[in-house]
């Protein structure tokens, strides 16, 4: 299946916001959580980046992961372009092959009738 640039546009960016929005309940989780001093209190700062690092590590991930889709899909029609003009070249090939030893065949035909002659 092939898919278009418009779909790995919309599959490259939906689940980026998607992220967003779970980035942004994570953040209003643990704003209220912040106030009543329990250990959220302590570690809120580390919270927020380690939420903001696994939504960009997440971000770039699928990012690359969408580009590779991408590029296979652009090296397979280069693949399929190669392998149609290697099989026409390979057709000619076998065709002058077989042209020369239809001649060698002939060739041999002709002095085997010549030879008993002699």
């Known amino acids: 299946m092939r898919l278009s640039k418009n779909n790995l546009v919309i599959i490259g960016i939906v689940p980026i916001i998607i992220g967003l929005i779970i980035m942004y309940n994570f953040w209003i989780a643990i704003e209220k959580l912040y106030p009543l001093g329990m250990t959220t209190y302590m570690v809120f700062n580390q919270m927020v980046v380690i939420g903001a690092a696994v939504f960009?590590?997440?971000?770039?991930?699928?990012?690359?992961?969408?580009?590779?889709?991408?590029?296979?899909?652009?090296?397979?029609?280069?693949?399929?372009?190669?392998?149609t003009q290697l099989a026409g070249s390979g057709t000619a090939h076998l065709q002058n092959a077989k042209a020369l030893i239809?001649?060698?065949?002939?060739?041999?035909?002709?002095?085997?009738?010549?030879?008993?002659?002699?």
């Open 102 to 118: 239809a001649k060698v065949l002939d060739d041999i035909k002709i002095t085997e009738r010549i030879k008993p002659q002699q």
């Open 56 to 83: 960009l590590g997440g971000s770039v991930y699928w990012g690359i992961l969408v580009y590779y889709i991408y590029l296979m899909q652009e090296n397979e029609v280069f693949i399929q372009d190669n392998f």
